[in-house]
């Protein structure tokens, strides 16, 4: 996944079990090298694949939701069940599940219980960003911390909020400014639905009357202002923000999130479960801002595959991305927007030794 290269035949890397020592060709590689080999066949592999939009903590809701029918009708399924009462196993089955389907890290939003997902997560083996996800009008005292400062092998925790019309704007503010001073990246669910665009627009709207008796609708209506243009003025878009969704958003607030060095993460298959639209996906990719795929939950999903995540973007999108263009959603942008370019996106010295091989009926879609 180097910039401009294409496939390589015959490719080998050398790795001590956490960081890649030397790639190459295996034919250029073998002369000097004495140690363990295993021979993976005939396959295509890519750098291990990136989630960069999931709710672990809602696991055990698969198949708890009604599907295409909106917004308010999806949220009010998922507000039948016990949400937050996290169930152990189903987080398990699902970790397996990104793990066995090549996924290598996630960056995951919980918003009551982010420690025992952190806990979780280490123990499976995934890479990780563990969000905490900030939510309510309470304004935080100054110096409020916001997520544990906790380091795992492969994982750290950061501070999210949830959304435009549920977080109030000084709390907003206050999540990403403790993420920035801890060189964290800040993750928003931002431009959804309509419901959204009409609470941050106007204050109005069932939605708005169903946070409002919730006592958690934001104070951002009434100044005509789009989710994105309402998040800008408050001055938390840059390159270490992660916008969640961005189904409704114009040309000019693509301009802005472009402007801005945000990065977009795109959730195509829950935007159609929960049926809230099409995001204007070509119009983001053209425009050049960092963009990546995230599953959400199993709540608004059919599984939590990258790749079944890409085949359904590519199959359903209107423009011809070049096979690292596609397979960048899912590995390299995102580890760009989650700051861990360091360690993840890319087969190259120094970074993790974790890849993912290439689904075979995915082949003839990718490198055509
Ligand atoms: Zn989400």
Redesign the pocket.
Known sequence: MKSGESLIHDFALIHNGTEILETGTWSSIKNHFSGDVTDLGDVTIVPGLINA???LELSHLEGKTVQGQGFLSWITSLLKNPTYKIETDAINKALSGMLESGTVFCAD?STCNCSKMSELMNESGIGFYSFCEAIGQKIPKSGASFFPDKVYPRGKTAGAGHAPHSTCGELLIAVKKADSAAKRPFSI?LAENEEEDEIVGQGTGPFAEMLRKAGILSDCGSKGLSPVEYIHSLGILDESTLA??CVKVSESDIKILADTGTNVCL?PR?NEFIGEGRAPWEKIINSGINTCL?T??IA?NHDLNMWNELEYLLKEIHIKLTSQQALSMITKNGAKSLMIEDLYGSLEVGKRPVFATVPSHLKNLLFQ
């Open positions: 939009h999931v709710h939003i669910h969640i969704h959730c829950s995230g959400d939950s608004s």
